[in-house]
């Protein structure tokens, strides 16, 4: 008596299970790829509001160490901000740090020394050429602070005059 076995070993996968499977992902990919894209989008844009955040804020403690260490004039070297070297206009903004000058009237070299000075450790890089994280500029006297990793044009401006932050996300 012979004995016949019915079940079969599967080898593979046949082709149309293949072209599913392939389709299945095609349609994922065509939902989640754009999603993707758009995340580097916002994480560009949050970075440049987180940084625009901290350098407001670091020009407001500025100010208030200012006058709460009683001044009302112009001042080199603030006692009890940072490391005890941002200078002040007279209305209390920054305006440099290793300068020593606390005219309003700014320039690249100052905006950089404000922006180190108030940002302190960790601020994302800036000059004034190359390819550092922040390009500095001057534009009607105002420090102009443009994002260079997205290649948007994004900028933050800072006004000494006023000591208001601007932020221009595109």
Not at 101 to 109: I, L
Request: include cysteine.
């Amino acid at each position: 008596m012979k004995r016949e076995s019915r079940t079969k070993k599967q080898r593979g996968f046949t082709l149309i299970e293949l072209v599913v499977v392939i389709a299945i992902l095609a349609i994922l990919a065509a939902f989640a790829l754009p999603r993707f894209a758009q995340l580097s989008e916002q994480a560009h844009q949050s970075s440049i509001r987180a940084t625009a955040g901290a350098l407001a804020a670091g020009v407001a403690l500025a100010k208030t160490q200012w006058v709460s260490n009683g001044f009302t004039t112009a001042q080199t070297n603030i006692v009890g901000f940072g490391n005890d070297n941002v200078d002040v206009n007279d209305e209390g903004w920054p305006t440099s740090v290793a300068s020593d000058d606390t005219s309003a009237t700014m320039t690249a070299t100052k905006c950089q020394e404000v922006w180190l000075g108030v940002l302190q450790s960790n601020a994302p890089t800036v000059a004034a050429s190359g390819t550092p994280d922040y390009l500095v500029s001057i534009d009607a006297g105002d420090c102009v602070f443009t994002y260079q990793p997205d290649g948007q044009g994004s900028d933050i401006t800072y006004d000494a005059d006023t000591g208001e932050i601007i932020t221009n996300i595109n």
